[in-house]
């Protein structure tokens, strides 16, 4: 089986002016939680997901899935829909809680993948391919080549050195990990130390798993910035 854990239970803080949670601002009438949550659900390769979200917000995520069960663009009733699970204090306590929530239902073998709500684009290709990849090692996440020249500077005021460009790869969401490895891998550190994790494949690699590289893509963008924003609302226009 194949699951995937959407993680929507982020504030946004970087997105000023609006009143929400970023997942939950609406673009073209839908959150943009709504298209992450379609990309998701039409892969084929998806048998279920479950959304990370605070309890304040789930009827609202309840309400869109309803609204795109029956304008036919996710499973009939929503049926690959397994429920809910709380946010943490950051997105790694937040994946663990996603990955207990599924305790009951996967087993040692089968994958589990990671997406952000706020990446609306994200090509169903790539995620099959994550899915695929993940399926020949312990985990698969989409990676991009820099294309900027890369400099180490170990106080932020000089350069120190240059990096080997082509060695250095930017990460993207979503990633994927057979799921007993992963869930082991996160239970596995302190709090302290889930606290300080910066990107959801650092515990795997921690844990000495080893992860595939797919090819990442440009439209696969994460709403951060009001930038980011603009970026997105002019691809619904264009889409209209």
């Known amino acids: 089986m194949n699951y995937v854990i959407i993680l929507s239970g982020g504030t946004g803080s970087r997105l000023r002016g609006i009143d929400r949670p970023k997942q ?3 673009v073209g009438g839908r959150t943009i939680l709504s298209y992450c949550i379609e990309r998701v659900d039409q892969c084929e390769a998806v ?13 609202a995520v309840l309400n869109e899935i309803r609204m ?6 996710v499973s009939e009733d929503g049926r ?8 943490g204090e950051n997105r790694q ?3 663990l809680h996603g990955l207990r929530a599924l305790q009951d239902k996967a087993e040692e073998p089968d994958i589990v993948m990671i997406q952000d709500a706020a990446r609306p684009c994200t090509p169903l290709r790539q995620i099959g391919a994550c899915m695929e990849a993940a399926k020949g090692a312990d985990g698969a996440m989409p ?3 820099m294309r900027d020249t890369v400099y180490y500077s170990e106080d932020g005021t000089r350069v120190d050195a240059l990096l080997a460009r082509e060695k250095i790869l930017a990460g993207q969401a979503p990633e994927a990990y057979v799921f007993g490895k992963y869930l082991r891998a996160n239970e596995a550190l302190t709090e302290e130390e889930i606290l300080g994790i910066n990107g959801s494949t650092e515990p795997a690699v921690r844990a000495g798993m080893q992860i595939a590289l797919v ?4 439209r696969n963008f994460k709403i951060t910035t009001a930038e980011d924003l603009r970026r997105f609302e002019r691809i619904m226009e264009d889409d209209r």
């Open 215 to 218: 090819e990442g893509d440009e």
């Open 143 to 145: 990676v991009l080549p």
């Open 68 to 73: 795109l069960a029956r304008a036919g663009t």
């Open 47 to 59: 048998d279920a997901w479950l959304v990370v979200a605070d309890t304040d917000w789930q009827q």
């Open 93 to 95: 306590l937040s994946i």
């Open 24 to 26: 939950y601002y609406k």
């Open 80 to 87: 690959k829909f397994l429920g809910f699970a709380q946010p």
